[in-house]
Structure formats: structure tokens, C-alpha cells
């Protein structure tokens, strides 16, 4: 498993020479949903419940149609990462391949966060103070209000976790059903929940940091956090575990260019049945300028070898002879016996 921290460095190399398209194709979803709601506001002004249940179920379906092309993003952020060709129509690649399967799972996800958040929805409206309230009554609405909102957020980001792979995994299989791909990221994420909750967590610090640049960094920090999570999901796959070996690899050619030299068994077959000896000295060749030169030349090395055979001879002969020499009786010897 990679690591939180690699994971980060991924998104940030994927990145590199990218952050135009990338801020511009998060703006353009946000300033969909914008539209959307200032639409739904236009269109249903009143305070009357038939107004805000038609305001909510306009806007319900028009985030429907916008997570398609959120989803199209994913699928951009994809391509990026693998260092595939990529553009701003891949915001619109699920709408021009079966954007129904998109339309499904979203309209799951989007029941899941209208029941998580349907507590602040109905206190921040059933109990909105009048013009004449107190300050405290103000304060405290408000307090409440935000309470409700937070704790339907970590909820529904809690309910919703197991499902965040749905729309990479469409991407990635286009002949996968919305409820298949739903059932693949459950199984995807089993045993990696509290890994992606404490991913997610990591980039809190950063949005606390961002207020002090007016949220101005958001626009950055929001394609960083879906950049990790593709990251995330190609470890999930194994995809980054290969592309991780072949850095390592090159990286190793890199330093050591011998390290993929030929094996023995793909070296020249000169070599193998000759192997190099370093003790060996060449042998030197000699040329002759005619026949008669070499022919005289080997009968005189003939001659010298002959000779020192003769002088090897002699020298054994005449060994024993000598020997039996020392050993005859010499006239002085019989004199001094005599005279024993």
C-alpha cells in the first residue's frame, strides 16, 4: 500500500504544467451548481412549503445532470494521471457514452445526502427567526443551524466513502451497470475505509489555511484532493505499484547502465566456448618469405633438439662408468693393507 505522503507526490508530479486546465475545469462544474441554484431561486422565490419542496426537487435533478459531468472530470483527471491525452471535453465523455449509468449512482448518492442533511433543512427553515428576533435568538439559530449542517456532512462523507471509486470505475469499464460498479468500489474499499477517511482528513489544515488567501487557494486545493484521489484508486488497482517499479527500474539503468547487460546464455557464442583467460599469452606467429626458409629453419631446430638428446645420453653413460672407476682397488691401497 502507498503511503499518504506518496500518494500526495503522485498528485503533484500529475499535476506539474497542468493547474490551468485543471482550476478552470473545477470552476466550470462549481459555476454549473451555482447556476443551478440561483436558477431554482429565480424560479421558486416563495416561502411557502410548495415552494420549497418544488425548489429542492429542481435542484435535486439538475445536480443529477451535473454529476455527469462531474464525473467527466474524473474521467480528465484519469487521463491526466496516466499521461493520456486529455482536453475539456472529457467533462462531456459520460454524456456522450450511456450518461444513465452516471444519472443512477448519482441519484443514489444524492438521496443519501438529502437524508443527511434533511435536520438542517427542516430546522434552518421551519425555525427562521422573525424580523423582530433578539440577537440572541439570532446567535443561537445560527449556532444550531451549523451544527446540523457539519454533522450531516461527516455523515453523509461516513455513508458515502465506500462509494467514492463508482465513477472511476464507469470510467475505467464502460460495460459495467451503475449498481455493478457500486458493488465493485464496496469491494474495492473493504479494509481501506479508514485509509481514505484519514486521506480526506489530511487536507483539512490546508482548507483552515486557505481562508487567509480569501479561499482564493481552494481553487488549487480542490484539484490537488481529486488529483490524491485518483492516486488512491490506481493503488487500489495496483496500477501505481507498476508504475512504481518501472522508476525504480529506470532509475537503475540510470546509475548503473550494466545492470541489463546480456546473460550469459544471450553472449556470443565465441565467448562462451572460449572464455577469456588472463594468464594465457598470446601467441605470436612467424612469417616466412619463401618455402626453402621455413624448411631450413624447422631441419635446424630438428638438429638442435637431436643434439641436446646426444648430450642428455652421454651424460647417463658415462655416469656408471665413472662410478665403477672409483670403485677398482688403486696400488697405494694394496701397499698400506700389506703392511696392516
Known amino acids: ?58 435542484t435535486f435533478i439538475l445536480t443529477l445532470l451535473i454529476n455527469v459531468v462531474a464525473a467527466g472530470m474524473n474521467y480528465m483527471y484519469l487521463n491526466i494521471a496516466r499521461g493520456k491525452v486529455y482536453s475539456l471535453n472529457d467533462l462531456f465523455y459520460f454524456y456522450r457514452h450511456h450518461p444513465d449509468r452516471v444519472i443512477v449512482a448519482g441519484f443514489f448518492m444524492a438521496v443519501l445526502n438529502l437524508l443527511t442533511m434533511l435536520p438542517y433543512t427542516i430546522y434552518s427553515n421551519a425555525n427562521l427567526p422573525g424580523e ?5 435568538v439570532l446567535i443561537t439559530w445560527l449556532y444550531t443551524g451549523v451544527v446540523l449542517m457539519i454533522v450531516g456532512m461527516i455523515v453523509y462523507q461516513i455513508l458515502v466513502i465506500p462509494l467514492e471509486m463508482t465513477y472511476y470505475i464507469l470510467a475505467d469499464k464502460p460495460e459495467l451497470k451503475s449498481t455493478e460498479a457500486m458493488k465493485e468500489s464496496l469491494e474495492m474499499m473493504h479494509g ?95 612469417s ?24 642428455k645420453k652421454e651424460q647417463n653413460d658415462s655416469s656408471p662408468k665413472e662410478e665403477e672407476e672409483d670403485n677398482e682397488p688403486k696400488p697405494w691401497d694394496e701397499y698400506f693393507n700389506s703392511l696392516k
Do not use: C
Open 288 to 311: 616466412y618469405e619463401n618455402e626453402d626458409e621455413q624448411n631450413i629453419t624447422d631441419s635446424t631446430e630438428i638438429q638442435n633438439v637431436q643434439t641436446d638428446m646426444d648430450d
Open 1 to 58: 500500500m502507498t503511503s499518504r505522503r506518496e500518494l500526495k507526490n503522485y498528485a503533484k508530479q500529475a499535476m506539474s504544467g497542468k493547474y490551468g486546465i485543471l482550476i478552470l475545469s473545477f470552476v466550470a462544474v462549481q459555476a454549473l451548481a451555482l447556476i443551478s441554484s440561483m436558477i431554482s431561486s429565480a424560479l421558486f422565490p416563495g416561502e411557502e412549503t410548495i415552494d420549497i419542496v418544488l425548489s429542492y426537487a429542481f
Open 132 to 136: 423582530d428576533a433578539s440577537v440572541e
Open 192 to 286: 481501506n475505509f479508514g485509509r481514505y477517511l484519514m486521506l480526506k482528513i489530511s487536507f483539512i489544515p490546508l482548507m483552515f489555511l486557505s481562508v487567509f488567501t480569501f479561499y482564493i487557494a481552494l481553487l488549487w486545493i480542490f484539484p490537488y484532493m481529486a488529483m490524491t484521489e485518483v492516486m488512491f484508486y490506481r493503488d487500489l488497482t495496483g496500477e501505481l505499484k507498476v508504475q512504481k517499479e518501472e522508476e525504480e527500474r529506470v532509475a537503475r539503468d540510470y546509475v548503473n547502465p550494466m545492470f541489463d547487460s546480456y546473460s550469459q546464455s544471450e553472449q556470443p557464442q565465441e565467448d562462451q566456448t572460449h572464455p577469456q583467460q588472463f594468464w594465457r599469452v598470446p601467441e605470436e606467429s612467424v
